[in-house]
T-cell receptor, first 114, second 113 residues
Framework: AQSVTQLDSQVPVFEEAPVELRCNYS??????LFWYVQYPNQGLQLLLK??????LVKGINGFEAEFNKSQTSFHLRKPSVHISDTAEYFC????????????FGKGTKLTVNP | DSGVTQTPKHLITATGQRVTLRCSPR?????VYWYQQSLDQGLQFLIQ???????AKGNILERFSAQQFPDLHSELNLSSLELGDSALYFC????????????FGNGTRLTVT
């Protein structure tokens, strides 16, 4: 079975500062990795995904993430955040060759302060 | 707009009752997933249907059931409701295979009183 650990439940930062949201996963088989964002009272929106190839993936809204197989990590980064990035961020995995269902981490609440 | 439609947006009901949540997937998506989101449990996978057939099952209670119809819309039925069933229920859809991302609806907020 797969599991996802998001190491920080809350991350407060100031506007225009860089941010990193950490995600580690556990799986006995190869996985696909995803980051989703949830704004208040909305559903989850895909930020980016890693399927294969280059370990650095770029997503929407200036976010990027790096897949590190040896450390089983998939950390999300943004060099300069905006107030509008305040939201909850979820890391998720699915298994290659299996059902496409996603296993989610508990989420990280990013708060960007002026 | 993800293209996934969930109805109703809000539902308030009493313990012991039964409710039905409805989901219309994105055009062309054959898979439908149901998730439960609560503060203590986070996002929990309930069940997946692919083209009308059950494909994967997660932490779905026996009081809950789902189905996917020939037109690919899906319904999640929750019965003998308990206070602890209060949560946000999401539907998602995807094309099948190869790490296809899930596209989520805006959810149905269920409150059991």
């Amino acid at each position: 079975a797969q599991s996802v650990t998001q190491l920080d439940s809350q991350v407060p930062v100031f506007e225009e500062a860089p941010v990193e949201l950490r995600c580690n996963y556990s799986s006995s088989v190869s996985v696909y990795l995803f980051w989703y964002v949830q704004y208040p009272n909305q559903g989850l929106q895909l930020l980016l995904k890693y399927l294969s190839g280059s370990t650095l993936v770029k997503g929407i809204n200036g976010f990027e993430a790096e897949f590190n197989k040896s450390q089983t990590s998939f950390h999300l980064r943004k060099p300069s955040v905006h107030i509008s990035d305040t939201a909850e961020y979820f890391c998720a995995v699915s298994t290659q060759g299996g059902s496409e269902k996603l296993v989610f981490g508990k989420g990280t609440k990013l708060t960007v302060n002026p | 707009d993800s293209g996934v439609t969930q109805t109703p947006k809000h539902l308030i009901t009493a313990t012991g009752q039964r409710v039905t949540l409805r989901c219309s997937p994105r055009s062309g998506d054959l898979s439908v997933y149901w998730y439960q989101q609560s503060l203590d449990q986070g996002l929990q996978f309930l069940i997946q249907y692919y083209n009308g057939e059950e494909r994967a099952k997660g932490n779905i209670l026996e009081r809950f059931s789902a189905q996917q119809f020939p037109d690919l819309h899906s319904e999640l039925n929750l019965s003998s409701l308990e206070l602890g069933d209060s949560a946000l229920y999401f539907c998602a859809s995807s094309v099948s295979g190869g790490g296809s991302p899930l596209h989520f609806g805006n959810g149905t907020r269920l409150t059991v009183t």
